[in-house]
């Protein structure tokens, strides 16, 4: 019986993923590559964080989206479960955003982390 839970996100762009993760100073490395778990199982995954207890975290495309995958259970992260992933999800959010923006032209005017976590972000782009 595994160990690994599974838990669904609605990350679809792997190098926003991995953006967000350097963002958020997680030490990464692209796959493929297994994940480690309990007793020498392992997983795939797209993306893989090493933990000093030698149980990893990782990141697998499951056709529509990058799913987490780890053995929660040696969970060994700074945040909780339930706050990686927010944390993760709006560094991903706010990559996408200026990557998309970046492409039609803008540029950031502005950028300021509200007292909430929230980042507010005023875009410009200059008409010739």
């Known amino acids: 019986m595994s160990h690994f839970s599974q838990i669904k996100t609605q990350i679809r762009n792997l190098t926003s993923l991995q953006t967000a993760l350097t963002d958020m100073g997680i030490d990464w490395k692209g796959g493929p590559r297994e994940v480690r778990g309990y007793q020498g199982q392992t997983h795939n995954a797209d993306v893989t964080i090493e933990q000093d207890n030698g149980f990893d975290i990782g990141f697998y495309w499951n056709g529509q989206e990058y799913e987490l995958v780890a053995d929660l259970q040696y969970w060994q992260q700074k945040w909780t479960v339930n706050r990686f992933i927010n944390e ?13 923006t970046a492409k039609q032209g803008f540029q950031i005017a502005e950028k300021q982390k509200n007292q909430d976590g ?3 972000l005023v875009l410009q782009r200059w008409a010739s």
């Open 88 to 100: 993760v999800t709006q560094r991903y959010a706010y990559q996408t955003v200026v990557s998309e």
């Open 118 to 120: 929230s980042i507010r």
